[in-house]
Nanobody, 126 residues
Framework: QAQLVESGGGLVQPGGSLRLSCAAS????????MTWFRQAPGKEREFVAS????????HYADSVKGRFTISKDNAKNTIYLQMNSLKPEDTAVYYC???????????????????WGQGTQVTVSS
């Protein structure tokens, strides 16, 4: 299994932008489903955005649609989450995860994924 390493988190003011990266080592993404989740203190881990089966389709949580963009660079074996117009409620630890054989109806469920990164903290505050 690939090791996933997130980076790019930090402190940003409301309305600002950040780009998170998730680099995979040891294995290419191939046709895996690649997804970003986030978890705020005291809350359940929640789905943010996904590249389903290698990027055949993209999917976003309603709360981030129009503000966040998920993408990948096959040459770098890295997926990205561009986050614009950030809000305080976007504050969370962000995780990338991959699943080799996810089905579309399950992409929003954390238990559908078998490989996780360590997470990167995003704090949106003035």
């Amino acid at each position: 299994q690939a090791q996933l390493v997130e980076s790019g988190g930090g402190l940003v003011q409301p309305g600002g932008s950040l780009r998170l990266s998730c680099a995979a080592s040891g294995q290419t993404f191939g046709r895996s489903t690649m997804t970003w989740f986030r978890q705020a203190p005291g809350k359940e881990r929640e789905f943010v955005a996904s590249l389903f089966r290698g990027g055949s389709s993209t999917h976003y949580a309603d709360s981030v649609k129009g503000r966040f963009t998920i993408s990948k660079d096959n040459a770098k074996n890295t997926i990205y989450l561009q986050m614009n117009s950030l809000k305080p409620e976007d504050t969370a630890v962000y995780y990338c995860a991959t699943a080799g054989r996810a089905i579309l109806s399950s992409i929003g469920r954390a238990d559908a994924y078998d490989n996780w990164g360590q997470g990167t903290q995003v704090t949106v505050s003035s």
